[in-house]
């Protein structure tokens, strides 16, 4: 028998109780063969709901910039939302919304500004997202769609015939009107002509607003009216909020799914995805309402998704509608499912097999050459594509599903296709979904489920039994759900157990992912989310950390652990291994859902005689109700340290707790 270190138990918060329980034996077999597991397995699920797009991670800072809000977004919203005329020193002048000549079909309103008096300027103001954030010696793009307008628009012959330039003022401003930053431009000519410049904000201001103002008499006709912070997630244009970026970024995720969730399948036939719809010169794309109750501008649209996962080493993992809208549109639960016409379906079917030309086609290819004038003539290597969201397994969506799925593998059979099991962990539709998939041999089904802590704890056992043969799983939706629906410890710690399951059984479940992401806080439509944010902050919760932790200590092979001599059949422990080829380290990660502290026996058989200490990280804390949802720091953080090991030593495992043991095995 090796030596066996007592290593002191690490406790975060108030000293628990000490389980008197015989310890536990957790028994990880580092050197029997590991079996191959999904490296992908954590990763992330954006939806654009909470505004974690518009207003979120797309880093554009104007709201509404090209006057397409309408009451079909949000009741009493209107094109003219967010925005304000403003008329300064005696000016005098008006606006109106037209769509008598548009920039393009696909955003057909814009607003015509008419100087009667300029005083010190008739212009627009628009306050952003809650305030516009700007920090002081920081570069911001500002750049807008503009047209003089001579002739009878709106309001009849131009005071100007002469033509003469039109002054035009962009500037930052505190909310008390002081001056943070300025461009000055001429606008010239009756054709629209994009504008771009800069302004360096002087000051630091958390809700400054930015202002546009007309110099002369005369008239403008605005669209597009854009400004985003020089400082993009890796300086990309029409870029990313680079601190929400990252934070999704240092969760190392192995896949990105985009762009939902029921967002992806929408509110009405009328509102599904079309991710044609969301490429090319941001102005020619087709915004429309998002069914969480505002708009999608779809400036982050599917050229950005894949620019972030390749960013970010990610898969993209894009979900298309299977050919019907969400079940619960038009707020009626269950029972609004509606199919394309069945004679618009290969229409349908043909977007989707654009899609992949879109992002794997040769640059010369019809949709490959969208992709590179967007300045990627690379294929971006999409090779997972989902198809419908938790549907209702109606024959309708069964015959959609079908065609979607037929054409791909045929004409691709190289994508993988993820089809859909309903809403829930069992039922109807999860069982059908599974049938039906079954049935036509599609390679991976996506299964959601928001459920209790207690019933993660409850079902770890879910994947073990699963039958190989069939298909991979996508858990592409789950989180642990309080009554309450707040982050706790004892959600995350939940989920974290789920985690150890998973990677136990990575050779039948691909992916997961929990959802939702993000959510703008006082913006939040759906609770719990992984990270909250304003203006200017970031929120990571507990349950982010659970999620971060194992993003970043994922693994190639499974290594057999076993954990034995449980007080009782309820005792909240679970343990698994991995194997990370990359580093050469093996991973073991322990979850004590328990009240008490615990007394545990580890046993690392084979582990080298080279290796004698490991990394440790433990995540822990006394109160399970711990919680950070309020936008609080964390009142639970990781803390690592370095610890002797041998091939069977004593641990007190905290009450509450995560920990990870991170080791290194010969190469
Ligand atoms: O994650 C939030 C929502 O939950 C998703 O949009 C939907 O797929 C699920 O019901």
């Keep these: 028998m090796p030596d066996s ?23 990880a077999e580092l050197s029997k063969p590991g079996k191959p597991i999904s490296r992908a397995l954590v990763g992330v699920f954006f939806e654009d709901i909470s505004y974690s797009a518009d207003g979120g991670l797309y880093a554009e800072l104007i709201q509404n910039r090209s006057f397409e809000y309408s009451s079909a977004d949000h009741l009493g919203w209107h094109a003219f939302t967010s925005w304000e005329l403003v008329k300064r020193g005696g000016g005098r002048g008006a606006v109106a919304i037209d769509r008598a000549l548009p920039l393009h079909p696909n955003n057909p309103h814009y607003a015509v500004v008419r100087a009667e008096e300029p005083g010190e300027g008739v212009g627009l103001l628009n306050t952003g997202w809650d305030g516009i954030p700007v920090r002081a010696g920081e570069i911001y793009d500002v750049s807008f769609f503009a047209r003089q307008c001579f002739m009878g628009e709106m309001w009849g012959p131009d005071s100007d015939p002469a033509g003469r330039p039109m002054p035009v003022i962009t500037r930052l401003e505190g909310p008390d009107g002081r001056l943070l930053g300025e461009a000055r431009f001429e606008i010239a000519g009756a054709d629209w002509h994009r504008i771009e410049g800069e302004i360096v904000a002087v000051a630091t201001e958390e809700a400054a607003r930015f202002v546009l ?90 050229f950005e998704y894949f620019q972030f996962c390749e960013d970010i080493g990610a898969l993209p993992l ?145 994947y073990d039994a699963y039958d190989r043969a069939k298909a991979k799983v996508y858990l592409g939706e789950y989180a642990a759900h309080e009554p309450d629906r707040r982050n706790t410890l004892r959600s995350a710690l939940a989920e974290a157990a789920c985690l150890t399951s998973l990677e136990r059984n990575g050779d039948a479940v691909a992916f997961a992912s929990y959802a939702p992401l993000l959510a703008r806080r006082s ?88 290796s004698r200490s490991a990394a440790l990280v433990v995540f822990a804390g006394a109160d399970p109700d711990a919680c950070n949802q309020d936008g609080q720091a964390p009142a639970v953080r990781p803390e690592t340290s370095t610890v002797p090991i041998s091939e069977d030593f004593d641990f007190l495992l905290p009450a509450n707790s995560l920990v990870i043991f991170r080791l290194p095995l010969p190469r």
């Design 5 to 27: 270190p007592a290593l002191p138990a690490r406790v975060v918060g108030a000293a628990p109780d000490i389980a008197a329980s015989a310890p536990a034996t957790v028994l």
């Design 213 to 302: 103002l007309l110099g002369k008499q005369g008239g403008l006709a605005l669209d597009e009216i854009s400004l985003f912070p020089r400082k993009t997630f890796r300086g990309r244009k029409n870029g990313l909020r680079a601190d929400l970026a990252q934070t999704i970024a240092d969760l190392k995720p192995g896949f990105v799914r985009f762009p939902g969730g029921c967002v992806a399948h929408g509110n009405g036939l009328g509102n599904l995805y079309r991710w044609q719809d969301t490429v090319g010169p941001v102005e020619q794309r087709k915004g429309q309402p998002n069914l969480w109750g505002y708009h999608q501008s779809v400036g982050l649209g599917y």
């Design 318 to 462: 894009p979900v298309v509608a299977a050919g019907v809208c969400c079940q619960n549109s038009a707020h009626t639960p269950g029972r609004c499912q509606h199919g394309i016409p069945l004679a618009e379906m290969p229409a349908y079917v043909q977007e989707v097999l654009d899609l992949i030309e879109w992002a794997n086609g040769p640059a010369d290819s019809r949709w490959g050459a969208v992709r590179a004038a967007a300045g990627h003539p690379e294929p971006f290597g999409l090779k997972y594509l989902g198809v419908g969201n938790e549907d209702k397994i109606t024959p309708g969506f069964k015959e959609r599903f079908r065609m979607i799925f037929e054409a791909l593998r045929e004409k691709h059979p190289e994508i993988v296709v993820i089809g859909t099991s309903g809403p829930f962990a069992h039922g109807e539709d999860y069982d059908l979904g599974w049938a039906y998939a079954t049935e036509l041999g599609v390679p991976m089904i996506d299964e959601h489920y928001y459920v209790p802590p207690q019933w993660f704890w409850d079902n770890l056992g879910r």
């Design 523 to 610: 913006h939040t439509r759906w609770a719990p989310d992984l990270v909250y944010f304003d203006n200017t902050r970031v929120y990571p919760t507990l349950n982010y950390e659970v999620q971060r932790l194992f993003g970043q200590n994922r693994g190639d092979l499974f290594l057999e652990t076993g954990v034995s001599g449980l007080g009782d059949a309820g005792e909240k422990l679970a343990a698994s291994t991995v194997h990370d080829l990359a580093s050469g380290d093996a991973v073991l990660k322990i979850v004590n859902g328990g009240a008490s502290s615990r007394p545990l026996r580890i046993r690392l058989a084979g582990l080298p005689a080279s």
